[in-house]
């Protein structure tokens, strides 16, 4: 996942841009606040601490910079693992440390599982039509099953296997083949590991990659690089896009032309995409062809579900396979790249378990080193730093604070995968942390970055199989360095936590 795991919209300051009616709210805000407090103090409950702001619009002017888990992780280091502030007319409560988290994902999850959803993602997720941002009930049970089954479960993972393959060998064949024709120009290692992680993304969705599409709806061909962004780049710009009144609902009568425009024309376009995919493949199945994919199990064994719901789970997959897997995997020959010392030690890991031989999925129990440059990595990158929003349906205690029914709960992976008391110098890549006596390296919750408990992420195989896979073979077939200038490029950005440039590298075939 997980382009769709947002932090309602951000960035935060920019819901500001509001009408000026905001600031009609002033004195109402002070009142109710005085109210609230008092009552607080009567009754005995007791708050998180709160992080003060401004009145009205809260905190929101301090969270503009877009990356709200820095932000979130600093203000734990003064107001402690659990602590609340204000989004405009929003109470949320942030978590940054691994037990406080893990007690709200796992024991009080049945009062805090409805997932609290920005305007955008509402429009874009067809009102929580797919697994990951629907609520815990019969739709997520029934959905999650489909998806398990058919595509990220244990055995299904096993049934695509060709599929990461086939990606894998197509990634090394293109770098060797830009190596022979250009030896000393710097490689864009995304450009090359997205248009494959696309096409697996479509076998396992539909069944097929594709070159180009005619879309009736649109009246036009698309090339594979147009559904790209239709599919991909622009649902995951828009997720993260402000609609002032996320901030604001009792603002919600006023129209906010530009935003909806824009959210819509995504909507209408990925539609009549899917659309044209799906009737393309309707096509084959009705000739009798038949391939191991969603759409085929969709359409033969949810029958409850409507085309418009299978429509949304088709595009589901084909998301979230297409990008946080890109993200850990870009990272880790990131920080490789930048450290000759462990990328040879991870070398000589390989060599000695498969010697000349392409290395393999079979070989990923041997290599407990490729495992913890992996986890490292999520630890230290976590693609999703800040799990979605969820909404507490009655008064809950957590951290042994009491928490009021109508809080938003922001779990803050970044700030878990940081904590100073949990790991010894945090801001530092360093895999070794991760090596230990015990028979694990298999394990794939060593770190929050995959969230926990029964909403933890459901392709945390398929991106561990993929990122571990290509990892070690790149490695063995080249040896990596950054470009000049590389060392420091290395902000983040989005939602899910990109590196703001690509990564440009020199590679040398190993002999
Ligand atoms: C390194 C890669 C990945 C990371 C770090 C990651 C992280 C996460 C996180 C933090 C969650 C939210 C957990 C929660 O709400 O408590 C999640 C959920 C989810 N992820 Fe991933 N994810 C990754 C790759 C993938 C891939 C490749 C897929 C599918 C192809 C996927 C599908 C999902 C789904 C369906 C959910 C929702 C699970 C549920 O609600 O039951 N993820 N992921």
């Given at each position: 996942?997980?382009?769709?795991?947002?932090?309602?919209?951000?960035?935060?300051?920019?819901?500001?841009?509001?009408?000026?009616?905001?600031?009609?709210?002033?004195?109402?805000?002070?009142?109710?606040?005085?109210?609230?407090?008092?009552?607080?103090?009567?009754?005995?409950?007791?708050?998180?601490?709160?992080?003060?702001?401004?009145?009205?619009?809260?905190?929101?002017?301090?969270?503009?910079?877009?990356?709200?888990?820095?932000?979130?992780?600093?203000?734990?280091?003064?107001?402690?693992?659990?602590?609340?502030?204000?989004?405009?007319?929003?109470?949320?409560?942030?978590?940054?440390?691994?037990?406080?988290?893990?007690?709200?994902?796992?024991?009080?999850?049945?009062?805090?599982?409805?997932?609290?959803?920005?305007?955008?993602?509402?429009?874009?997720?067809?009102?929580?039509?797919?697994?990951?941002?629907?609520?815990?009930?019969?739709?997520?049970?029934?959905?999650?099953?489909?998806?398990?089954?058919?595509?990220?479960?244990?055995?299904?993972?096993?049934?695509?296997?060709?599929?990461r393959d086939?990606m894998i060998?197509?990634?090394?064949?293109?770098?060797?083949?830009?190596?022979?024709?250009?030896?000393?120009?710097?490689?864009?290692?995304?450009?090359?590991?997205?248009?494959?992680?696309?096409?697996?993304?479509?076998?396992?969705?539909?069944?097929?990659?594709?070159?180009?599409?005619?879309?009736?709806?649109?009246?036009?061909?698309?090339?594979?690089?147009?559904?790209?962004?239709?599919?991909?780049?622009?649902?995951?710009?828009?997720?993260?896009?402000?609609?002032?009144?996320?901030?604001?609902?009792?603002?919600?009568?006023?129209?906010?032309?530009?935003?909806?425009?824009?959210?819509?024309?995504?909507?209408?376009?990925?539609?009549?995409?899917?659309?044209?995919?799906?009737?393309?493949?309707?096509?084959?199945?009705?000739?009798?062809?038949?391939?191991?994919?969603?759409?085929?199990?969709?359409?033969?064994?949810?029958?409850?579900?409507?085309?418009?719901?299978?429509?949304?789970?088709?595009?589901?997959?084909?998301?979230?396979?297409?990008?946080?897997?890109?993200?850990?995997?870009?990272?880790?020959?990131?920080?490789?790249?930048?450290?000759?010392?462990?990328?040879?030690?991870?070398?000589?890991?390989?060599?000695?378990?498969?010697?000349?031989?392409e290395f393999t999925e079979?070989n990923l129990?041997?290599?407990?080193?490729l495992?913890?440059?992996?986890?490292?990595?999520?630890?230290?990158?976590?693609?999703?730093?800040?799990?979605?929003?969820?909404?507490?349906?009655?008064?809950?205690?957590?951290?042994?604070?009491?928490?009021?029914?109508?809080?938003?709960?922001?779990?803050?992976?970044?700030?878990?995968?940081?904590?100073?008391?949990?790991?010894?110098?945090?801001?530092?890549?360093?895999?070794?942390?991760?090596?230990?006596?015990?028979?694990?390296?298999?394990?794939?919750?060593?770190?929050?970055?995959?969230?926990?408990?029964?909403?933890?992420?459901?392709?945390?195989?398929?991106?561990m199989l993929i990122s571990c896979v290509a990892i070690g073979r790149l490695?063995?077939?080249?040896?990596?360095?950054?470009?000049?200038?590389?060392?420091?490029?290395?902000?983040?950005?989005?939602?899910?936590?990109?590196?703001?440039?690509?990564?440009?590298?020199?590679?040398?075939?190993?002999?």
């Open positions: 996942m997980d382009t769709l795991l947002n932090l309602q919209a951000l960035p935060m300051g920019a819901a500001i841009g509001g009408p000026a009616v905001v600031v009609g709210g002033l004195t109402l805000f002070l009142i109710k606040h005085l109210v609230d407090d008092q009552k607080k103090k009567a009754s005995g409950i007791r708050p998180p601490p709160e992080v003060p702001g401004l009145p009205v619009v809260g905190n929101l002017l301090q969270l503009k910079e877009k990356k709200p888990h820095k932000t979130f992780t600093k203000w734990a280091e003064s107001y402690g693992p659990i602590y609340s502030i204000r989004t405009g007319a929003n109470t949320m409560v942030v978590l940054s440390s691994n037990d406080v988290a893990k007690e709200a994902m796992v024991t009080k999850y049945s009062s805090i599982s409805t997932r609290k959803l920005s305007n955008a993602l509402k429009i874009l997720t067809s009102d929580k039509s797919i697994v990951a941002m629907s609520d815990y009930n019969e739709f997520y049970e029934e959905t999650k099953r489909h998806l398990l089954t058919n595509t990220l479960g244990t055995h299904a993972q096993k049934r695509h296997r060709i599929h086939i060998k197509n990634v090394c064949d293109q770098f060797h083949a830009q190596m022979q024709s250009n030896p000393t120009e710097a490689i864009n290692f995304r450009k090359i590991f997205q248009s494959e992680l696309f096409g697996l993304a479509l076998k396992q969705a539909i069944g097929q990659d594709v070159e180009s599409l005619f879309v009736e709806k649109l009246g036009t061909t698309l090339t594979r690089n147009e559904i790209f962004k239709i599919l991909v780049l622009d649902p995951r710009e828009g997720a993260i896009d402000v609609d002032w009144r996320d901030f604001f609902p009792y603002l919600k009568w006023i129209p906010n032309k530009s935003f909806e425009n824009k959210i819509r024309k995504m909507y209408v376009q990925r539609q009549a995409v899917m659309e044209a995919l799906i009737d393309w493949h309707k096509k084959r199945i009705a000739s009798g062809q038949e391939i191991n994919c969603y759409l085929d199990h969709l359409i033969s064994e949810a029958k409850t579900l409507s085309e418009q719901q299978i429509l949304m789970l088709l595009w589901e997959a084909i998301i979230e396979a297409s990008d946080t897997t890109l993200i850990s995997t870009e990272w880790a020959m990131f920080e490789l790249s930048k450290d000759q010392g462990r990328q040879n030690r991870l070398l000589s890991e390989i060599q000695k378990v498969c010697g000349k031989d079979e129990p041997q290599v407990p080193y495992s913890a440059v992996f986890h490292e990595t999520l630890r230290k990158h976590s693609p999703v730093p800040i799990v979605p929003l969820r909404h507490v349906e009655e008064d809950v205690q957590l951290g042994g604070y009491d928490i009021p029914q109508g809080s938003e709960i922001a779990i803050n992976i970044y700030g878990c995968n940081m904590e100073p008391t949990v790991w010894e110098t945090p801001e530092d890549w360093i895999p070794e942390r991760f090596l230990n006596d015990k028979d694990e390296t298999l394990e794939l919750h060593k770190t929050m970055a995959f969230g926990g408990g029964k909403r933890a992420c459901a392709g945390a195989l398929q991106a490695v063995q077939e080249f040896e990596w360095r950054l470009n000049d200038g590389e060392e420091d490029n290395v902000d983040t950005l989005g939602i899910t936590t990109h590196k703001l440039h690509p990564m440009l590298a020199i590679l040398k075939p190993r002999s």
